[in-house]
């Protein structure tokens, strides 16, 4: 059985940072594309970092680019997600995926094509 656990989450001022972590056991890690997604009420989930299982790929949402950064430790089954100049608008419970891939440098966006969630981590951003 595949497991995901998050943790990192918590409540942050304006401008703070947070590095979340998902480490994954049950599957080969190595060969998972992961990906971070998160989720607001009354919002569909959406992506906000993925990475292939090479670690040569990464994608960011535009409205993180430049400040998240999605990273992978493969001898530590774990992904991370490092969180600087957070702001009030990433308030929402922050998701990791994984999905079993074949192609080194392939990510996925859509949370649809991923089978493996973890329990999720709430991020909370006060101005």
């Known amino acids: 059985q595949v497991q995901l656990v998050e943790s990192g989450g918590g409540l942050v001022q304006a401008g703070d940072s947070l590095r979340l972590s998902c480490t994954v056991s049950?599957?080969?890690?190595?060969?998972?594309?992961m990906g971070w997604f998160r989720r607001t009420p009354g919002k569909e989930r959406e992506v906000v970092a993925a990475?292939?299982?090479?670690?040569?790929?990464?994608y960011y949402s535009d409205s993180v680019k430049g400040r998240f950064t999605i990273s992978r430790d493969n001898a530590k089954n774990t992904v991370f997600l490092q969180m600087n100049s957070l702001k009030p608008e990433d308030t929402a419970v922050y998701y990791c995926?994984?999905?079993?891939?074949?192609?080194?440098?392939?990510?996925?966006?859509?949370?649809?094509?991923?089978?493996?969630w973890g329990q999720g981590t709430q991020v909370t951003v006060s101005s």
């Open positions: 990475i292939s299982w090479g670690g040569d790929r990464t």
């Open positions: 995926a994984a999905r079993e891939e074949y192609y080194r440098d392939t990510v996925y966006l859509k949370h649809r094509n991923y089978d493996n």
């Open positions: 049950g599957r080969t890690f190595t060969r998972s594309a």
